[in-house]
């Protein structure tokens, strides 16, 4: 990924590149942030964070031997962005999370941005020693000294492996593997193993574009074609792509041929604002991707999902993780010892609505539920509005509804001292929405407050909502992954109220319950 220019414009570091970046943390948290970590004002309590400093895209996810990796541009120093690291994370349920060390540092040839990691299962590499399987991470270097120059050629591919399971890594003694041919913003390698070719295919956004390559043995690489020229969002540069078939065991478009999807993170122009994943559903070849429509799709319609890809190595199961923030403002939310998050990991499917294939997105709802604390149902009061008053509303919670989609309605958490945060439906418009103008905190960015919604893909009667409420986040998927928003608030004494209302008179719910959710950072 890209620098993060944002409101406040962190300088480059030109120096050695493990120079201090500037920090501009927020005075008044800081004096607030004095429990443990973890514990902080605003810190997520079901999402992934690192202990401390600043973080951004997830990198080189991938499944071995039981265990989930993790990788995410990570910059150890301030939270600020600054020369980019690769973090490490593991799990093995993709919801509790131990930060282990550092995985890749800069070094001369620059700084380690965006990339991948794959299961070189037959060693095409070369790189196992003694049966040791390898993992290869594919990597994009930024060279800060060729940027600042105005040099063309400044980002690079190369590749390091790891025979300890991911625990430590060894670069490339040839690096780098893709060298650019004058192309500015030449980065993000998303790799994939093609069986029919027998071949590894590298996804790698090119300015305004994608351009394939293939290799035998993640060394040697071929440039194969090039998409998206004159397709989809262009509001800003292209990053973070990934090719991946959603449904390899059936689902087969209507000439026969698996589906395919290419997904594309876009810098600007997004629906609410800002940036997010859009993607493409169609066909690939191990050369080229052929677009099946013109659409412009999106995985997530908040304002809070960037750089969004899946893991590798997980069979037919498709899991993807995002960034949860926004580079319009990435640089100025209200945190102080770390800044920067992921989503909670979502299942990807597919479904069919109007002769148009779209990709489904839901939480890891049997995960959560193994993690809940307790149930509770919502009832009507005399007035005719579901009611909930709970001092737990500050904590983590899944709300699941059922609505007749007839009806307009809102779902409001407040408190008292004023603050609001409003989801809904609105008939008018056919579309879900998250207003976040009255949550707490929005003056630190402009345009931070404000009502972002999507369309409702669905063409039955029935709506049903699955929303999860974290410390300073919620997430709604709606009509079973169809529809999905990403929103960060930042209520400083969080919700003690919650309440379901419709303008409707003869408005109700077939269903509306809650699950409280245990923080995955218990006994941090």
Known sequence: MKKILVLILCPLVVGPIWGLAQRVDNAEENKQDTTRPYQETYRPQLHFTPKAHWNNDPNGMVYYAGVYHLFFQYYPVGTQWGPMHWGHAISKDLLHWDEKAIALYPDSLGYIFSGSAVVDKENTSGFGKNGIVPLVAVFTYHDPKGDKAGRNDFETQAVAYSLDSGKSWVKYGHNPVVKNPGIRDFRDPKVC??????????????KDRITFFSSPNLIDWKKESEF??????????????????????????????????????????????????????????????????????????????YAGVNWSNTGNDLYFLGWMSNTRYAGATPTSTWRGGMTLTRKLGLAEVNDHYYVTSVPLTETLKKNASGSQQIKKNSAGIYVLESQKLNSPFMLTLNADYSHDFAITLRNKTGDKLVLGYDKADNAYYIDRSAAGKTDFADGFGARHKAPRLATGKEIYLQLIFDKSSVELFADRGKTSMTSLFFVKDGFDKLEISSNQTDFDLKHAGLQWIKSIWTGK
């Open 193 to 206: 193993w093609y069986a029919p070719t027998k071949s590894w295919i590298m996804t790698l956004a090119t």
């Open 228 to 305: 998206g020229h004159n397709v989809g969002s262009h509001g800003g540069v292209w990053e973070c792509p990934d090719l991946y078939l959603v449904e390899k065991s059936n689902k087969l478009n209507k000439t026969g041929k698996a589906i395919w999807v290419l997904s594309v993170n876009v810098g600007s122009g997004a629906p609410s604002g800002g940036s997010a994943t859009q993607y493409f559903t169609g066909d690939f070849d191990g050369h080229h991707f052929t677009a099946s429509d013109t659409l412009t799709k999106w995985l997530d319609y908040g304002p809070d999902e």
